[in-house]
């Protein structure tokens, strides 16, 4: 038993080793030669679709490197994270991605065993705190993001409103919204000009914005263009009620924020209140804390009362979440 904790930290070591080695090891002389027939077939086909889409994967394509490679191989639902991290606006990759979660693991595991806990614990901690601050971080920006856009999305209905009541086409005025308005809602439109500018349809570019986005507010303007462009009408009558509906929609959700402040405060102090009991008395007397980890008696208990408080922060989480 006495062997286990050095047997752990030899395969900790190791496995970061082998993941360094892959990140530096050269590059795969078969797949360099697929990619290479891939391009060229690409870039002398006759169908005009296959050259939109090389086209598309040039401008949009993120600088790989090994490291994205690695990370793509080892980390679960590349594609999905691969889409989070572009739902950022920060020029984030997979392979950094990795690179933080594995220097997390390390750097947390490494101190906590020197500061005593048993090898075990550290890497247990050093698992969860690798696993889920980077996702925390990329999580955070994205809804800072997402509400940025939120916010800004009527002022630019509203634009492209005035443009169209001044008779510039949609496509037109898309590119003004997209060189005018700041922040995530003039970077989005930009990008739908650019795809139309490759050969993309307005309807095509636009879905793509909103599958990316995922935000309903932007997924009523995209349904909005469709429906107007296959029945016909006033679009600019159309758009400018969309803009006061999201506007209203935007102070609803203020007014239910303000409105569960209060309980959401009491969730988060409660929450965290035995945490911050377990590390005071653990900084005080360390070795009484150790228990939980040793005597299965108070390990059940332990679970027991962590079980119970998600139970109670996942009901308190059903109670303030309101549907708009």
């Known amino acids: 038993m006495e062997l286990m904790p050095f047997i ?15 990140a530096f090891a050269g590059p795969s002389a078969e797949r360099a030669q697929a990619r290479r027939l891939s391009t060229l077939r690409a870039r002398h086909s006759d169908s005009a679709n296959a050259a939109v889409e090389a086209q598309m994967r040039r401008i949009t394509a993120s600088r790989g490197t090994r490291m994205d490679g690695v990370a793509m191989r080892f980390l679960p639902r590349p594609a999905i994270l691969k889409k989070r991290l572009a739902m ?29 806990l048993p090898i075990a614990l550290s890497m247990l901690l050093g698992l969860v705190l690798g696993a889920g601050l980077p996702h925390m971080v990329v999580s955070f920006f994205i809804k800072r993001r997402i509400a940025q856009f939120t916010a800004k999305l009527p002022d630019a209905i509203e634009l492209l409103v005035r443009g169209l009541r001044s008779g510039l086409p949609i496509t037109e ?13 003039g970077v989005e439109f930009r990008m739908v000009t650019d795809k ?30 469709a429906i ?7 679009l600019a009558e159309t758009l400018a009620n969309l803009a006061t509906v999201l506007r209203m929609r935007g102070q609803m959700k203020l007014k239910i924020k303000a409105m569960s402040s209060e309980s959401k405060a009491s969730a988060y102090i409660i929450g965290s209140l035995p945490f911050i009991v377990f590390g005071m008395i653990w900084m005080i007397n360390g070795s009484y804390m150790q228990s939980f980890f040793s005597d299965e008696r108070l390990m059940v208990a332990g679970g027991g009362g962590i079980l119970w408080m998600a139970i109670g922060a996942f009901i308190m989480a059903k109670m303030i979440n309101f549907e708009i």
């Open 88 to 116: 950022t606006g920060k020029p984030w990759t997979v392979g950094q991605y990795g690179m933080a979660t594995v220097g997390i693991f390390v750097a947390v595991t490494i101190l906590l065993a020197l500061q005593g």
């Open 173 to 185: 005025t898309i590119a003004v919204v997209g060189n005018e308005v700041e922040g995530p809602v």
């Open 8 to 22: 752990m930290l030899c395969g900790g070591a190791f496995a970061v080793l082998l993941l360094i080695v892959f």
């Open 228 to 234: 107007q462009r296959e029945t016909g009408g006033n």
């Open 196 to 225: 139309m500018k490759i050969g993309r349809t307005l309807d095509v570019a636009l879905q793509d914005t909103a599958d990316r986005l995922g935000t309903p507010e932007f997924q009523f303007f995209v349904i909005s263009i």
